[in-house]
């Protein structure tokens, strides 16, 4: 049951929510008219055609040939490379939306590049695709995102009756917008078209369900998210980190580990069925997930190793054995003290800090990293978004500049100004006082943001006008990669140090309360 906390503040801020969704499902709704990844560019088109050949395999396939090289399944053609529950979504949206009104667009290996006449206005009518994103929105990530603002103001409730802080009706419509409002994830589920929505919904339905103690319904739910995209195993570290730390606080510690882990295995073995009925018909899957074969980094990355590369040529200087290792190494030692901080003190917001600094760390170091990647930390930083809105408008601003190429080739730049322009407006004209009371930061601080930012800026006047040199065509990617890293950097050592000086916090509070 909610807190009575969380009861008032979902009686009072009920109608802005309803207004807030309604805004947020029309803006997804406009990006949709626009172009998609791979909109007339054959031969293997783009993220839009890989969704929909998923669709078609599911759809005419048997679960078992679903990952599995053959005549109507050609792997090296968008083969399925995400885990059994994103191809049962498939499934799921050919039979609901597609077959019945369209099946010719999941004709079994004729409709490759299937683009309708409508597919040059809008893919949102090329194929009933709106009505799959919006649903996949409405049913996962905005009830997850209504829960989790509920349960973090009802953590601030209870804090208020022991004196500590003040929420206001604003700040809690704030908050939702800020998760509703995310530019990068509309751009990429709406504009560029993947369906990221459904495991950060699961994930933010996870961090939700802790946030009310509901820790089995957390397992429940990550591994869900684990079983819908691989990269969910970015937050991995948080999850067992605090769930162990908790466990390790109560009167039996080796049962409650074991009915956490109990949730997991009946999970993943209810999503893997179909493949357990032999070691090869699993490993067929697990080499799809992970194709360490497409090399450390793929494209331009805000990443370690992309951004090294200009200096330290890895992929001729090291086996690619060799590179799983580090990267391997690099990511676990950077990831660490976070997780040491959780298990040592586990706490709510320690929490959603450690799901950050989690993500980030395999954002910078982990093997085979991709540009939309950026879309994981962005989810607990705008959780965070009341207790460090600077550090929500940095990443945020870094985090679209890192996938500013891309979106270019998608012919997005109009929907990238108005999604920025929209999420600035709602983030000073509401949060501006808010901010204002903030410490002031140090003078040489400010220097090097303003500096920051005029480069950005720079950067993405120069990449749309200008053409590179001849001899360095990638030259304006790898600037843009070089200053993006560089923020992400600082930011995870700051965000970091911010986790541990939370360390004790929790306990003062749990004292507090016995006192009371």
Excluded at 176 to 181: C, G, S
Excluded at 246 to 259: A, G, N, W
Excluded at 278 to 299: H, N, Q, T, W
Excluded at 468 to 490: D, H, N, T, V, W
Aim: glycine share 4%; hydrophobic share 50%.
């Amino acid at each position: 049951m909610r807190s009575a906390a969380a009861e008032k503040t979902s009686r009072m801020e009920t109608p802005a929510a309803l207004a807030m969704v309604g805004l947020a499902l029309l803006v997804r709704v406009c990006v949709s008219m626009g172009p998609y990844s791979g909109m007339g560019n054959p031969p293997k088109y783009g993220d839009y055609e890989a969704q929909r050949h998923w669709m078609e395999l599911s759809a005419h396939l048997p679960p078992r040939d679903w990952y599995r090289n053959g005549t109507n399944n050609d792997l090296s053609y968008w083969g399925l490379d995400y885990p059994p529950l994103s191809a049962y979504q498939s499934l799921a949206h050919a039979r609901l939306f597609l077959l019945p009104f369209s099946p010719d667009s999941l004709a079994l290996r004729s409709s490759r590049g299937y683009e309708s006449p409508f597919s040059y206005c809008t893919h949102s009518l090329s194929l009933p695709s709106l009505y799959l994103l919006l649903s996949s929105d409405l049913l996962i990530f905005f009830p997850a995102a209504l829960s989790f603002v509920y349960m973090y103001q009802a953590a601030i409730g209870r804090r208020q009756r022991s004196g500590d802080g003040k929420a206001d009706d604003s700040v809690v419509t704030w908050h939702l917008a800020m998760i509703l409002f995310n530019p990068a994830l509309i751009l990429i589920d709406h504009g560029h078209f993947q369906y990221n929505c459904i495991s950060l919904g699961f994930t933010l339905g996870a961090i939700a369900a802790i946030l009310s103690k509901k820790d089995l319904l957390a397992s429940l739910l990550f591994s869900l998210a684990l079983n819908h995209k691989q990269m969910s195993a970015y937050f991995a570290p948080a999850f067992f980190a605090h769930l162990l730390g908790k466990s390790l606080k109560r009167q039996s510690p080796v049962f409650e580990v074991f009915k956490l882990g109990l949730v997991v295995l009946l999970t993943f073995t209810i999503v893997w069925s179909p493949y357990l009925y032999s070691m090869k018909a699993v490993m067929e899957v697990l080499s799809r997930l992970a194709p360490f074969e497409r090399g450390i980094y793929e494209d331009y990355v805000a990443n370690f190793w992309c951004t090294s590369s200009i200096l330290v040529k890895w992929k001729i200087l090291f086996s690619l054995h060799s590179l799983k290792l580090l990267s391997s190494g690099a990511t676990i030692l950077i990831t660490l003290p976070s997780m040491v901080q959780q298990i040592k003190d586990p706490s709510d917001l320690g929490f959603l800090y450690a799901l950050f600094n989690s993500s980030f760390s395999f954002y910078l170091f982990s093997f085979q990293v991709h540009e939309k990647s950026i879309l994981l930390p962005l989810l607990p930083a705008t959780l965070l978004a009341l207790r460090e809105p600077q550090l929500l408008g940095l990443i945020m601003h870094f985090a679209l500049l890192s996938m500013y190429p891309l979106l270019c080739r998608d012919r997005l730049i109009f929907q990238y100004a108005a999604l920025l322009a929209l999420f600035v407006l709602i983030f000073f004209r509401i949060n501006g006082s808010h901010i204002k009371k903030k410490e002031s930061s140090p003078a040489i601080l400010k220097f090097l943001m303003t500096m920051a930012m005029c480069c950005s800026f720079t950067l993405h006047y120069i990449y749309m006008i200008l053409q590179p040199p001849e001899k360095y065509p990638f030259l304006f990617e790898a600037l843009i990669m070089a200053l993006c890293f560089s923020q992400f950097a600082m930011l995870t050592v700051y965000t970091n140090m911010k986790q541990w000086m939370l360390l004790g916090i929790s306990s003062e509070i749990l004292m507090e309360k016995k006192n009371i």
